[in-house]
Structure formats: structure tokens, C-alpha cells
């Protein structure tokens, strides 16, 4: 072998390890992000929950005019509508909101029209 190809050989096994590495990364990301995905969706439904079940306690004749209740309720609305802004990061696990998917589909709808 000559010096030219030792060399050549060295550069090929380190970018074959470096690109091993690197896809590697990138699908340990791409799982940290869907799990953090799965934990939000699963955060914006028990505040949902629970600013729906405060909802119905409010509206009780024993509890109605609460204020400590009514401060509670809006409470729990205003931070589910906080995390309604993190939508696009939790839609990434639920099935039929995938923005690529639409982004074809439109794409397609736009062809045949």
C-alpha cells in the first residue's frame, strides 16, 4: 500500500465512525423528543381534566360563587391554555397530525386540481 492509500483508508474509517456516531445521536434525540412529546400531550389532558372537573364543582348549588373555587377554575383554564401553545410539540405523537402528511396531501389536492 502506498502512503497515498493509508491515508485515504484512515479518512474512510474515521468518517464511517463519525457518521455512525452522528445517525446514532440523532435517533437518540429524535426518541427524547417523542417522549417528551407523549409527556406534554398527556400534561395538557390532566389540565383539561382538571379545569373541566373544577368547572363542575363551581357549578354546584353548594359550591357556586366560590371564590377561592372560581379562582381555582380559572386558574387551571389559563395554564391549559398556556400549554396549548407547546400543541405542534405534543401533535408530533398523535396519529393524523403529522405536518409533512398534510403538507403532501396538499400538495396532491393542488396537483389534481
Known amino acids: 500500500m502506498t502512503r497515498l492509500e493509508i491515508i485515504l ?3 474512510m474509517t474515521l468518517s464511517i ?8 445521536y440523532a435517533r437518540h434525540a429524535i ?3 417523542l417522549t417528551v412529546s407523549e409527556e406534554l400531550g398527556d400534561l395538557q389532558q390532566m389540565a ?3 379545569a ?3 368547572d363542575s364543582v363551581y357549578k354546584l348549588e353548594m359550591f357556586y360563587g366560590d371564590q377561592t373555587i372560581e379562582a381555582l377554575r ?4 389559563a395554564f391549559n391554555e398556556n400549554l396549548e ?3 405542534y410539540i405534543f401533535s408530533l405523537t398523535e396519529e ?3 405536518p409533512i402528511d398534510d403538507t403532501d396531501k396538499k400538495a396532491e389536492a393542488e396537483e389534481e386540481a
Open 48 to 50: 383539561q381534566s382538571l
Open 85 to 87: 401553545t407547546f400543541e
Open 74 to 77: 380559572e386558574h387551571a383554564i
Open 52 to 54: 373541566n372537573h373544577l
Open 96 to 98: 393524523g397530525n403529522n
Open 31 to 33: 426518541v427524547q423528543l
Open 9 to 11: 483508508s484512515a479518512i
Open 17 to 24: 465512525l463519525f457518521n455512525i456516531g452522528l445517525f446514532a
